[in-house]
């Protein structure tokens, strides 16, 4: 596999299936690991940091569970096919700006992604399409057995897995559930929503790791805590209040079909239209857009588009997919034409079809 | 809706979660939309921990204690107490038994617990006297390296092979 290969495929947390895909894009768990034998990574040289990332991948070649897993070599891809994989969930931001030796393994389908020389040695995260946490915990807890089959973690009978930064310590377990919200953030009722996750030590985060912004109405709920509590526990704690989520956003959905339809419809037709005939468009109004025709989509006001293609708009009108597409660099203005341009051709109006009515 | 910042139409309705009173709804148009949201990147959980950190020392030490305490250094890794603090990142495995006195009531300010009860590696824990020597041997290669000392160097590097030896061996 060659990063080329990735932008046109669609990867698992896309796919517009799975329980609940409405209104779950994706589950994910990732589990932070570090080797025993070297220091972390604040206290690396770039020396230290090249012996984990060959450690890593010479053991990890013997395990017949990682010889299907595509390696990159972070520290060489260009800043473009980095950005690529961040917006693809395959790595963070923190490992793309990094420096020094790091890398990524990834399966095919893009369920797995192991970041070497992240904020710790290992980050192992594996991802599925809907609300699946049990067949993401099932999946990476094994993958971790597997690796540590062959690698010594560093870990204290007290404190558990040992982690770079104290806040991961323990499970070194983050779950998080990508959810799009829409319909509570018309109605102003998210911040209520939020206010009660923090209450139970869940934290909110937007689409795009640890920066905060909500673009597009996407949410991801997460634990907070990672020691004094098991790997079950914790699952088991964003996975009971996931769907008191989604049914208040079901609800606050039936509200505006039942109470607000005018005003609904108008919103999700003039996104709708706006990206069908807009001639120059940003990735954050794209997004915002998308996400109301989304929406339009589930409550079937829109009924010649499919959740997996809008998903995939999403992602392929983010800066990095569209120079991909366009098979060129574009600037900030150039891209705001492609988009449009792509955004067209994409949701192209059927006049017959309107004619015909 | 006019934009909160111009008088441009306001087209951006964002959520921002990072603000002390909690939620911040902001209505922009799209050119301070993206200003704001390129600007708007923090990074939540250093300044927490040294957030934490600090309000907790404050209460429990002098200033003459504290600064004994910031010029405490692993021997494993060579960190400074200071320089976790700042950064919020910690140096070695060993700086969790090193720094345990301090760590402990931060672990349980930030978790509401210190005990790990999840998961364990399957093979055991053998030998940690062993992992934390290979830290320490590393960081001395990397200092007889800067002082030009390649003799001691190459003493260290084979010392380094040979424990790297064994433990494969034991596998
Ligand atoms: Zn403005
Ligand atoms: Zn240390």
Redesign the interface.
């Given at each position: 596999m060659v990063i080329d290969e990735l932008h046109d495929r669609c990867g698992e947390w896309l796919k517009g299936d799975g329980p609940q895909s409405d209104i779950v894009m994706s589950s994910r768990i990732r589990l932070a690991r570090n080797l025993a034998d070297f220091p972390f990574i604040r206290r690396c040289n770039d020396i230290d940091k090249a012996n984990i990332e060959s450690t890593v991948r010479e053991r990890l070649s013997q395990e017949d569970a990682f010889t299907t897993l595509n390696f990159f070599n972070v520290a060489k891809l260009n800043s473009l096919d980095r950005q690529l994989l961040v917006e693809r969930q395959l790595i963070s931001r923190e490992l793309s700006n990094g420096d020094g030796s790091r890398a990524v393994a990834i399966d095919s389908r893009e369920r797995l992604s192991l970041m070497v020389n992240e904020e710790d040695h290992l980050r192992i995260q594996v991802m599925k399409s809907g609300l699946n946490l049990d067949g993401a915990w099932e999946q990476i807890n094994k993958l971790d057995d597997d690796i540590e089959s062959r690698l010594t973690y560093a870990f204290h009978p007290k404190f558990g897995y040992l982690t770079a930064c104290p806040t991961n310590a323990g499970t070194g377990i983050r779950v998080s559930v990508l959810v799009h919200l829409p319909a509570l953030a018309i109605t102003h009722q998210i911040e209520k929503v939020f206010r009660s996750l923090q209450k139970i030590n869940l934290v909110v985060r937007g689409l795009y790791g640890e920066g905060t912004q909500a673009m597009g109405d996407f949410y991801q709920i997460s634990n907070q805590v990672t020691l004094g509590k098991s790997e079950r526990e914790i699952i088991d704690q964003v996975a009971d209040v996931i769907p008191y989520v989604i049914d208040y956003e079901r609800k606050a959905r039936q509200y505006l079909l039942d109470e607000k339809q005018n005003d609904l419809f108008d919103r999700v037709s003039r996104a709708y239209g706006t990206l069908q005939t807009a001639q120059q468009i940003s990735s954050e109004e794209t997004m915002y857009l998308l996400s109301r025709v989304r929406m339009g989509v589930n409550l079937e006001l829109i009924d010649n588009l499919e959740i997996p293609h809008i998903n995939q708009l999403f992602l392929r009108t983010q800066p990095a997919h569209l120079q991909k597409i366009c098979e060129q660099t574009l600037d900030t203005d150039q891209r705001n034409v492609e988009r449009a341009n792509y955004l067209r051709l994409q949701l192209k109006r059927d006049d017959t079809d309107a004619q015909a009515n | 809706m006019k934009c909160q910042k111009c008088e441009k139409p306001a087209?951006?309705?964002?959520?921002?979660?990072?603000g002390k009173e909690?939620?911040l709804?902001l209505h922009l148009c799209?050119d301070c939309?993206?200003q704001y949201?390129q600007t708007?990147?923090?990074?939540?959980?250093?300044p927490?921990?040294s957030g934490v950190l600090s309000s907790q020392l404050k209460l429990e030490q002098t200033a003459e204690d504290l600064k004994e305490l910031d010029g405490k250094e692993c021997p494993?890794?060579?960190?400074s107490f200071y320089e976790f603090r700042q950064?919020?990142?910690?140096?070695?495995?060993h700086d969790?038994?090193f720094f345990g006195e301090e760590?402990e009531p931060?672990?349980l300010n930030?978790?509401?617990?210190?005990?790990?009860?999840?998961?364990?590696?399957?093979?055991g824990?053998r030998d940690?006297e062993s992992?934390t020597e290979?830290?320490r041997l590393?960081?001395e290669m990397?200092e007889a390296v800067q002082e030009e000392n390649y003799e001691r160097a190459q003493e260290l590097r084979d010392r380094i092979r040979s424990i790297?030896g064994e433990?494969r061996s034991n596998e």
């Open positions: - | 087209t951006f309705h964002i959520t921002d979660l990072t909690g939620l709804e799209p939309a993206k949201l708007g990147e923090s990074e939540q959980e250093t927490k921990i494993i890794c060579g960190i950064a919020g990142r910690l140096g070695c495995p969790y038994v760590l931060l672990l930030v978790h509401n617990g210190s005990e790990h009860v999840g998961k364990q590696p399957k093979r824990v940690t992992q290979l830290i590393r960081r990397k790297e433990g």
